[in-house]
């Protein structure tokens, strides 16, 4: 089968940086399914690995979005038959969904939304699990709870940030603020529901103080080095930080006055250590499913690449470097 991959660690502008390679279709185990992939999109956790890490066993496939068709199932498979429509993230331990088809575990795939197409439904599945489980996880949340506190979005047109505005705001009704710099990035947060917008190239404790807030909840989607002390000045006594970006060392002694909490989200952590609720994320898929079905989430999409290939995958690698990306950018597949 086809499949784009990266040799060798190093920027996007390298000739090489991305390349077509033919590799054997797998072959389901017991808990797999094989999908035929139809729709991908790219996250920074692709520029990264693409930029940092050497691959160690040959040319290595990313792609941590995906929908698409099942074609087989494994042995043991119990939630999904050949021919069902899916989305889900994968396991950044596996080979990704740059490819024709890609093997996932049953247990973090969920059925695709059934009014969106297949493109469409790839921007939203590593997004939408680190959202939720930094609402439900992390913050320790219920839905439906009619929160009053109010959460800081730092980054809040990105795409974990555009579906996290939303499901605060749709499932918990918490106040939510969020973070953008420039016309257009404070019309997307705006359209995706914040209360509020405040701009991050400003202090972010001056900001806050501006408006009169001190949220309990702070989700620091990126720059986090940059504006790290700034939210442990300006969030509420026992609040919650939780970040998924990758800061040099932080000091956390300043958090002690305040009681506070700091933890990391990280979406791959299930999958990868086959955590005893690593079928949590097949849950949540569904209900997000769901959710988009009925009107109450809308898409995170704002740039479609065209189909598959090397230069489409290599321009969607530098508008996600570039720092102007907004909402999520996503692929035909090759089979689309």
Do not use: C
């Not at 297949?118 to 996880?137: R, Y």
């Not at 408006?211 to 080095?225: E, H, K, Q, W």
């Not at 930080?241 to 958090?255: F, N, R, V």
Request: proline share 6%.
């Amino acid at each position: 089968m086809k499949a784009i991959a990266y040799a060798a660690a190093g920027p996007i502008s390298a000739a090489d940086a991305l390349i077509e390679v033919d590799v054997d279709t797998p072959e389901p185990g017991p808990g797999d399914l094989l999908v035929e992939v139809r729709g991908v999109s790219v996250n920074p956790v692709d520029t990264k690995l693409r930029s940092r890490v050497e691959p160690e066993e040959g040319p290595r496939v990313l792609g941590f979005d995906a929908a698409g068709a099942v074609t087989a199932v494994g042995t043991k498979v119990r939630r999904f038959r050949p021919g069902d429509e899916v989305f889900y993230a994968g396991d950044i331990t596996r080979p990704g969904s740059n490819a024709e088809y890609q093997l996932v575990d049953e247990r973090i795939v969920g059925r695709k939304p059934s009014s969106l197409g297949f493109t469409d439904a790839a921007g939203l599945p590593l997004t939408a699990i680190t959202a939720w489980e930094i609402l439900f996880d992390s913050f320790g949340l219920r839905e439906g709870a009619g929160e009053s506190d109010a959460l800081l979005v730092v980054g809040g047109a990105g795409g974990v940030g555009s579906i996290l505005i939303q499901l605060a705001k749709k499932l918990t009704g918490l106040n939510v603020i969020a973070t953008a710099s420039r016309p257009e990035t404070r019309a997307w947060v705006e359209k995706m529901g914040a209360d509020r917008v405040v701009d991050h190239r400003n202090p972010l404790d001056e900001e806050m103080n501006a408006v009169g807030i001190a949220p309990r909840y702070v989700a620091l989607l990126t720059n986090t080095g940059d504006h790290f002390d700034s939210v442990v000045r300006l969030v509420a006594p026992r609040g919650h930080i939780a970040l998924i970006d990758d800061p040099g060392t932080l000091d956390i002694a300043p958090l002690k006055p305040k009681a506070l909490t700091v933890s990391w989200e990280f979406m791959f952590t299930r999958p990868m250590f086959q955590t005893p609720d690593m079928a949590a994320q097949h849950d949540l898929l569904n209900r997000v499913a769901d959710l988009i079905d009925d009107g109450v989430l809308v898409s995170t999409v704002q740039r479609r690449g065209g189909s598959m290939s090397v230069e489409t995958l290599r321009r969607a690698h530098e508008f996600q470097e570039s720092g102007t990306a907004i909402g999520k950018t996503v692929l035909d597949g090759f089979h689309n």
